[in-house]
């Protein structure tokens, strides 16, 4: 019997599990690569560490700033301090000593108007503490300007009398009222009478 059909069946069968081989190379490779694309996109990334939340050092040619936070602002009639309404004040008078003022408001009538009426009438809270020198309070120190630089007489609201002079260590409170346009503007202390040694600003709102 000739030996030839079996020579050729198995060169095909060599063939054939060559081409399976291959294949089954191929799919390997394949299932690898879709598995290292599931990874890249399954959110795990690798992690870098944050960059420091830091603006450098300022210039070398700026001046030192000689005012710190939660300092107090020192007022006097040549060098006067312009605060806001609400701040605290250390006020020198030309006669000596320091007196810690403090202004709020103003309070109006009325607010939440459907309409801004041109003026209302305002009302200013004062504190005073005396420091270790008795100073003369008066209301006729104290007055108020708008933006145009209009001035406004202001008069004692309230029941609350200050002392003519207040007394060292001691403290008083009392309000003052008068008429202004609506907008910006300021109210002035001059514990010398001639000269505001601070002015508070504020803004007149009625809307």
Not at 41 to 61: D, F, K, M, R
Not at 66 to 89: C, S
């Amino acid at each position: 019997m000739s030996d030839a059909p079996a020579r050729r069946y198995g060169a095909y069968a060599r063939r054939t599990c060559g081409r399976v081989a291959l294949a089954l190379a191929g799919g390997a490779l394949t299932v690898a690569a879709l598995g290292g694309c599931g990874s890249a996109g399954s959110g795990h990334t690798a992690t870098h560490p944050a960059a420091p939340q830091t603006y450098g050092s300022l210039p070398s040619w700026l001046p030192p700033d000689p005012v710190r936070a939660g300092d107090v602002a020192v007022g006097t009639p040549t060098r006067p301090a312009l605060a806001a309404q609400g701040d605290t004040v250390d006020v020198r008078p030309a006669s000596g000593g320091t007196v810690r003022a403090t202004v709020v408001g103003p309070a109006v009538p009325a607010e939440g108007l459907p309409y801004e009426t041109p003026s209302t009438t305002c009302t200013f809270t004062v504190t005073l503490h005396a420091g270790a020198l008795p100073v003369p309070v008066r209301v006729s120190d104290f007055g108020t300007s708008d933006h145009l630089g209009a001035t406004y007489a202001v008069r004692l609201a309230g029941s609350r009398k200050p002392p003519a002079v207040l007394a060292a260590g001691r403290s008083t409170t009392f309000q003052l009222r008068t008429s202004m346009p609506t907008g910006e503007g300021v109210i002035k202390w001059a514990p010398d009478w001639r000269r505001a040694a601070v002015s508070w600003d504020f803004v007149v709102e009625t809307d």
